[in-house]
């Protein structure tokens, strides 16, 4: 239930389709590649700025108005993919008038000098977005207006950022950091990942890191924000259920969106978030405020 390639046969064409758009946003004007946010291995940000319309930093916005910023983070199993193969969630939100951050972070296992586990994907995630929070004016941005968005792995991260108390890592940093978070096909808890046999092998989870990874197992966020999750209702039962379970241990007060959208499977869904008009596509916006 969690062998995505085997439940889509045709997921290679949905992942060629985003290559070669990734190909053609990273070369559009207005963005900046591989922007270190640390220095650590895969710790660097793509960076696409709200496009201009001339009365603005994007459409609707006026002359001294900064961008709201969409952080999205990709999935994978934590083992796998990169955010150049992600560039193509920038163009439409883009020209809608935010700004979008794509970071990388490390790939489980690593190596034996050098091991990578998905708690220590979650500390790098962080430091992403405390630098997004610091710099991202230059670049047009809003800090007080982020959302974070991901798909599988990545909503799993996108969870964990909004359950994070920010101020633990930085006496300066908001604990609103995050104004927003929305969990695509998200894994909420990893006890499941932990017995699934053919992620073993990489991610290397033991009882604990599950547990200190499982955003589910958290005490709600107390601050102003909320995360959506969402899920295809055509995948698998466990997806379902790890889209529900978010909703049923925070409630509903911080996640009052839980849905599992017709006809999409678990590559479709990310298509759907860059097609105007879709439901997950106008939801997105209406977290970040367009």
């Known amino acids: 239930m969690y062998n995505n390639r085997a439940l ?5 064409r949905h992942m060629a389709v985003w290559t070669g758009h990734s190909i053609d946003a990273r070369q559009e004007p207005g963005c900046q590649l591989d922007v270190p946010y640390g220095l650590g291995d895969g710790e660097t940000l793509d960076v696409f700025r709200a ?4 009365t603005g930093t994007g459409k609707g916005a006026s002359s001294t108005d900064k961008a709201p910023v969409l952080v ?27 700004c979008v951050v794509v970071p990388n972070y490390a790939l489980c296992p690593g190596t ?19 630098w997004v929070w610091r710099n991202i004016d230059q670049y047009g941005g809003d800090p007080a207006r982020i959302t974070v968005a991901g798909h599988s792995a990545g909503g799993h991260l996108a969870a964990m950022m909004a359950a994070c108390v920010w101020q633990a ?35 290397r989870l033991t009882p604990e890191d599950a547990c200190k990874a499982s955003p589910a197992w958290m ?9 959506a999750s969402v899920c295809g209702g055509e995948e698998s039962a466990e997806f379902l259920r790890q889209n529900s379970l978010i909703q049923q241990r925070w409630g509903r007060k911080v996640v009052p969106v839980c849905e599992a959208l017709p006809g999409l499977n678990h590559f479709s869904i990310l ?12 939801l997105t916006r209406e977290l970040l405020g367009l």
């Not at 005490?219 to 995360?227: F, K, N």
Request: negative net charge; proline residues 9%; hydrophobic residues 40%.
């Open 271 to 282: 298509d759907a978030m860059v097609e105007p008009g879709s439901r997950l596509h106008r």
């Open 169 to 203: 890592h930085g006496d300066d940093l908001p604990e609103d950091l995050v104004r927003n978070s929305l969990s695509i096909s998200g894994l909420h808890e990893l006890e499941s990942i932990r017995r699934t046999p053919f992620l073993q092998h990489d991610l």
């Open 219 to 227: 005490p709600p966020p107390s601050r102003h924000g909320v995360l």
């Open 72 to 98: 999205f983070l990709h999935g994978g199993y934590w083992r796998s993919l990169d955010k150049s193969d992600h560039s193509f969630v920038a163009p439409v939100f883009t020209q809608a008038g935010a």
């Open 112 to 130: 034996d000098i050098h091991p990578v586990t998905v708690p220590h994907i979650v500390m790098q995630i962080v430091k992403a977005l405390v």
């Open 51 to 54: 496009v201009e319309t001339g």
């Open 8 to 12: 889509v046969p045709d997921f290679a």
